[in-house]
């Protein structure tokens, strides 16, 4: 397969929201929209929320709806790109999900970032009654109806379950000629559909080497199917802990193994960890940088306002001058 190395680029950073809690905690959706505004006032290039409906048994993980919260941050703020990192695009009704993204990038002047993949907790899809072994093709067929509705004047199609007949949905999107698509996953079929059907792959703790392994990939399809693969964006979410490494290594373990989970089929792994001084997590954010990834999204430990603080004056402005 053909692979071309990624252009160099300025890498921006973004942050992720803490919209989900372990069990009995809750999340506080007013605190959550302060922490959005907060972001902006510190500089981050975007904000990302997870996406779920029903998640976990026990322990289960309390979770405010991604899209109404990106909503309200937007509302309060006027420069920050808001994202979703993913949204579980096979759970949701294509035309809906369409208007209310076109409405949200309305509400954001044109800061809505798309984050989408298929999803893999069978037990949610179970209980919003999506069929579980279709998702790939049921997410393939969304991408097509949301692309339509967006960028047609006029949309005729059967998709199953879904029939338009001079479907029009207006007001399209503010930025054209649509909301970018970064699509998320790990096997090559899903590299393939982010190097075709959407701007970029967004992935989840993935180390440097991975990264740069797998990203040479989703270029090589994009050139395979006669796509530019320099148009394509990429975009790791990355898990920092800033401080002394003997102090905050185990702690910062504990949390990756307590509170977020690691795909068997993907190289999704807590060794992607950035942690230590900020002169440590600087040089580790080299090998990063190195690949020509587009976007790093800062996942802080436990999302304490010191961690933020941290990355955001005593780390991103150091990258940036690198």
Sequence with gaps: MAQSPAPKRETVYGVAMRNFTR???MPSA????EYGVRMEELGFESLWAWDHTLLGVDPNFPIHDALIMLTAVA???SRIKIGTG????PLRNPVLLAKELATIDHVSDGRMLLGAAVGWYRREFDSLGVDFSKRGKIMEQSLEIITRLWTEEKVAGDYDPYTLRGAVMYPKPVQKPRIPILIGGYVDAVLKRAATKGDGWLTYYYTAEAFARTWAKVRGFAEEAGRDPDELISTNQLPICVGPRDKIEGPMKEWLQTEWDYA???ESTMDSAVMGTPEECVEQLQAHLATGIDRIIFVPYRYEAEQIDAIANDIIPKLKTK
């Excluded at 007013?30 to 929209?33: A, G, R, T």
């Excluded at 993913?86 to 695009?89: E, H």
């Design 86 to 89: 993913i949204l579980v695009m």
């Design 75 to 77: 509302a309060r703020t």
């Design 264 to 266: 068997s089929w993907s």
């Design 23 to 25: 069990y009995p905690e």
């Design 30 to 33: 007013k605190e959550l929209i």
